[in-house]
């Protein structure tokens, strides 16, 4: 089964908001609330920011929100800071394992 | 605190076999599943298995079903992550992962602990 599908860069300026996307099938995305994203900075593991479609751990800043609609999630980060500057990856429940997409690099300019 | 800690970089021939290790610490070893997910260079992160480090249940995902094998030590509290048969396109970073949800909630694949990445080169 093919990856999750997220664009592969995008960029935004300090106070920006932006909004990344994650487009699956009715077998993942669609069929699931299942729904997480992970923040990666180089060199580190992934980080868990959102799971269950829109909950955000303990700790994670209020600036991630997330949604879903049909087979596509989304990612929106508000108030952009250099800090954002990272990898994406959305992943969806599918058939007793998790699928995951490509990531998407964040540029904060 | 919770903390995954992997064992350091390793360069095989193809062919050979690499045996990554995955300390865990700071939460209770046994009542969460750890997970193993790699990522090639140019290439979006990949699922390979889990282990249920207080009992015997493994499930591999189909892509490394008989290359693959996960153990666990519970006296060290460290998961094992052996790939074996490597070719060039096994050349990644590998990441061990803990489970958000504990044994008895089930697993929906949510990992909110990693290890900080082995990656491993399979070049002649």
């Known amino acids: 089964q093919s990856a999750l599908t997220q664009p592969a860069s995008m960029s935004g300026s300090p106070g920006q908001s932006i909004t990344i996307s994650c487009t699956g099938t009715?077998?993942?995305?669609?069929?699931?609330?299942?729904v997480s994203w992970y923040q990666r900075h180089p060199g580190k593991g992934p980080k868990l920011i959102i799971y269950?479609?829109?909950n955000r751990p303990s700790g994670v800043s209020d600036r991630f929100s997330a949604s879903k609609s049909g087979n596509t999630a989304s990612l929106t980060i508000s108030g952009l800071q250099a800090e954002d500057e990272a990898d994406y990856y959305c992943?969806?429940?599918?058939?007793?394992?998790?699928?995951f997409g490509g990531g998407t690099k964040l540029t904060v300019l | 605190q919770v903390e995954l800690v992997q064992s350091g970089a390793e360069v095989r021939k193809p062919g050979a076999s690499v045996k990554v290790s995955c300390k865990a610490s700071?939460?209770?070893?046994?009542?969460?599943?750890i997970h193993w997910v790699r990522q090639a260079p140019g290439q979006g992160l990949e699922w390979m298995g889990r282990?249920?480090?207080?009992?015997?249940?493994?499930i591999y995902a189909h892509n490394f079903q008989g290359r693959v094998t996960l153990t666990r030590d519970t006296s060290t509290t460290t998961v094992y992550m052996e790939l074996s048969s490597l070719r060039s396109e096994d050349t990644a970073v590998y990441y061990c992962?803990?489970?958000?949800?504990?044994?008895?909630?089930?697993?929906?694949?949510?990992?909110?602990?990693w290890g900080q990445g082995t990656l491993v080169t399979v070049s002649s």
């Open positions: 992962a803990k489970d958000r949800n504990d044994f008895w909630s089930g697993s929906l694949y949510y990992f909110d602990y």
């Open positions: 700071g939460y209770s070893f046994t009542n969460y599943y």
């Open positions: 282990i249920n480090p207080g009992g015997t249940g493994i």
């Open positions: 009715s077998s993942d995305i669609g069929g699931y609330n299942y």
């Open positions: 269950d479609v829109n």
């Open positions: 992943s969806s429940y599918t058939h007793s394992r998790p699928l």
